[in-house]
């Protein structure tokens, strides 16, 4: 924006900057004020509380049938809703603004495990007490926007055995502490929810009890002081905060560097295909920790304890893949032929080796597909088969058409580079321009010229003599 308004051409220049500091918006009012054009920039509701440079400062807010347009001065004017221009404005005003989604749990607090598996939908999240928060704003054209995404997040609970309302609850919000209390409150309007029904600190929700105060909204009405005074800066905080009158800061969640997660089975497993539904967790859980590493892997290994150690079991692909769907079915494959020593106890999945790579890029005739389909060909014969019996061939360096390949592993380069290999055409014997002198009792020796055709690899042609000896005894 500040480069547009310097060149002087435009009349009007629009932005949108979620996250712009002080200095930055300074030099942005300094290049408008310059160059006699007009700068708008659009800014999150939560953005309101802090100081800006700019000269006039104006709020956009929806309400009921109307949208609401607040100037710095207090005045309120009221625009009537038009079909059409309310639904393309709230559209793009959530792949703008940060939307965040709640994940509320009932009594369990969330793990790295499922914080790992959170990682499929967004890199940016935070873990709250019970709770798992997830910032969707800017990805939600990956997954085909809001109703697509609670969809796969819903069925991603229930492959977690994250089942029913009671388990796990969600609800979406502009901010992350709307999003917990709507996800607590199961509702959708935050002024309706019940003070009752959400969490406070110790004793506030009996202070508001005994003000008359039964909903959120009633108590918003109050000012920041009124209700600092009477229910502590703590909680008034947290209501400005779910309208976005303030900041809220979160610490995001750290992905550890390596995977190296465990899960304790509720009961002792004999069966080693009933292992499947547990081991579909750490799967899911390493599936969205490669997406953010935006790493791969070729191999990991899934241990299943027992009292009496640990028994491994690899996993071996293709080629790179962070798909769970991949790793799910060669897991599968491997379970239905393992014969369990002894009942298992618990579950760890270990991912040692990674290497980056790159998201996969749409065509318009999804060329991707023959080679995924081709890698997972491989790792279906390699879990039924064996892995010994399925493996690829590399050319090797030898001049002998039967030994110029050898077995490898699928995936693995050349051993060496094979250098061209002629094919020789001999023509009939001549006699050696120079005999050997000096000895008693030599043969007579012939000489052969070589020559060779062009190659198929390099077009290389060679020249040289093949000599062979023929020794006679004197008489």
Same mark, same amino acid.
Do not use: Y
């Given at each position: 924006m500040e480069q547009a308004l310097a060149s002087g051409a435009p009349r009007a220049v629009v932005g949108w900057a979620p996250y712009a500091d002080a200095r930055a918006l300074r030099r942005l009012q300094v290049a408008a004020a310059g160059s006699g054009a007009l700068a708008f920039l659009f800014r999150p509701a939560g953005m309101a509380a802090?100081?800006?440079a700019a000269p006039l400062r104006l709020q956009l807010a929806g309400e009921g049938g109307a949208w609401p347009f607040a100037s710095s001065s207090g005045a309120v004017r009221r625009w009537p809703r038009r079909s059409g221009w309310r639904c393309r404005a709230r559209r793009e005003s959530v792949a703008m603004n940060p939307l965040w989604l709640a994940i509320r749990f009932n009594g369990n607090s969330p793990t790295p495990s499922l914080a790992c598996w959170a990682g499929a939908f967004t890199p940016r999240l935070s873990l709250a007490e019970n709770a798992l928060l997830l910032e969707i704003g800017g990805c939600l054209r990956l997954f085909g926007g809001l109703d697509a995404l609670?969809?796969?997040?819903?069925?991603?609970?229930?492959?977690?055995?994250?089942?029913?309302?009671?388990?796990?609850?969600?609800?979406?919000?502009?901010?992350?502490q709307a999003a917990l209390w709507l996800a607590e409150g199961q509702g959708k309007d935050l002024d309706a929810l019940t003070i009752t029904d959400l969490t406070?600190?110790?004793?506030?929700? @009996?202070? $508001?009890? %005994?003000?008359? =105060?039964?909903?959120l909204g009633e108590a918003r009405r109050l000012t920041f002081g009124a209700?600092?005074?009477r229910i502590g800066k703590e909680a008034a905080t947290m209501i400005a905060r779910a309208y976005g009158e303030t900041h809220d800061p979160r610490p995001d969640f750290v992905f550890p560097l390596r995977f190296d997660e465990r899960i304790e089975l509720p009961a002792v497993v004999e069966n080693a295909p009933a292992l499947l539904f547990a081991a579909r967790r750490l799967t899911a859980a390493l599936a969205g920790w490669l997406n953010v590493r935006q790493a791969g892997l070729r191999a990991c290994r899934l241990d299943l304890v027992h009292r009496h150690g640990a028994l491994p079991l690899p996993l071996r692909?293709?080629?790179?893949?962070?798909?769970?769907?991949?790793?799910?079915?060669?897991?599968? @494959?491997? $379970?239905? %032929?393992?014969? =369990?020593?002894?009942?298992?106890?618990?579950?760890?999945?270990?991912?040692e080796a990674v290497e980056p790579l790159?998201?996969?890029?749409?065509?318009?005739?999804?060329?991707?597909?023959?080679?995924?389909?081709?890698?997972?060909l491989i790792e279906r014969l390699r879990a039924r088969l064996g892995e010994e019996r399925v493996y690829g061939i590399v050319p090797v360096a030898d001049h002998r058409p039967e030994c110029a390949t050898q077995q490898a592993p699928i995936g693995a380069g050349a051993v060496t580079v094979p250098p061209p290999r002629p094919s020789g055409c001999w023509r009939g014997p001549s006699p050696c321009?120079?005999?050997?002198?000096?000895?008693?009792?030599?043969g007579r020796s012939r000489c052969w010229p070589a020559r060779s055709a062009s190659s198929p690899a390099g077009g290389i042609r060679t020249k040289g003599w093949v000599t062979f000896a023929v020794t006679t005894s004197s008489p």
């Open positions: 802090e100081s800006s609670r969809a796969q997040v819903a069925q991603g609970l229930a492959e977690q055995g994250l089942i029913g309302q009671d388990a796990a609850r969600i609800a979406v919000a502009a901010t992350p406070w600190p110790a004793g506030v929700a @009996e202070k $508001l009890a %005994r003000f008359g =105060l039964r909903r209700l600092a005074r692909f293709a080629d790179a893949t962070r798909d769970g769907g991949r790793i799910d079915r060669v897991l599968r @494959e491997r $379970l239905e %032929r393992l014969r =369990l020593a002894a009942p298992v106890e618990a579950l760890c999945l270990v991912a790159a998201g996969h890029n749409g065509g318009l005739f999804d060329e991707g597909n023959a080679k995924e389909s081709m890698a997972a321009p120079r005999s050997p002198a000096g000895r008693t009792g030599a």
